[in-house]
């Protein structure tokens, strides 16, 4: 299963670029995207829960990737957020953290390590859904053997 993603991106050649280097990389599907803080925090909230990652850039259209964290700080447990920016100084990594970002990542000299903790975020995803499928299998089996 892919790690179904959201992008908070203005600049076109580069969310292009990025959706298909997830894609390629990490078995990520980018679901949707938006340019601007308040695309990307009413898609957000209208699909609370059906979403596992947001990706954020800093500096969108209108608005910001900050405003875009803070609208989604009560999320599921599964649910992550990280920022993706040109301006990764370790002010903008504490204040991104302090409003709910799980990790932050430097456009220029941090995509591995981007595509990495995709990487990793998608076997999870892949891990738990077998494990439910399991226990779905077992409960199914119970109920019909009457237990």
Excluded at 29 to 57: F, K, M
Excluded at 105 to 122: G, N
Aim: a negative charge.
């Amino acid at each position: 299963m892919a790690l179904i993603t959201y992008l908070a991106e203005d600049n076109q050649i580069v969310l292009e670029n990025l959706i298909e280097s997830l894609r390629e990389i990490a078995d990520v599907e980018v679901c949707s995207h938006g340019a601007t803080q308040a695309e990307a925090s009413r898609w957000l909230a209208q699909n609370d829960g059906q979403w596992h990652l947001a990706i954020v850039d800093l500096f969108l259209k209108e608005g910001t990737g900050l405003g875009v964290l803070a609208g989604c700080r009560k999320r599921e447990p599964y649910q992550h957020v990280v920022v993706l920016t040109n301006y990764a100084t370790p002010e903008i990594r504490r204040r991104a953290i302090e409003l709910g970002a799980d990790e932050v990542f430097d456009k220029s000299s941090e995509l591995d390590e981007l595509f990495a903790y995709c990487i990793k975020q998608t076997a999870f995803h892949q891990n738990a859904d077998v494990q439910l499928a399991q226990n779905e299998a077992i409960a199914r089996n119970h109920a019909v053997q009457g237990k």
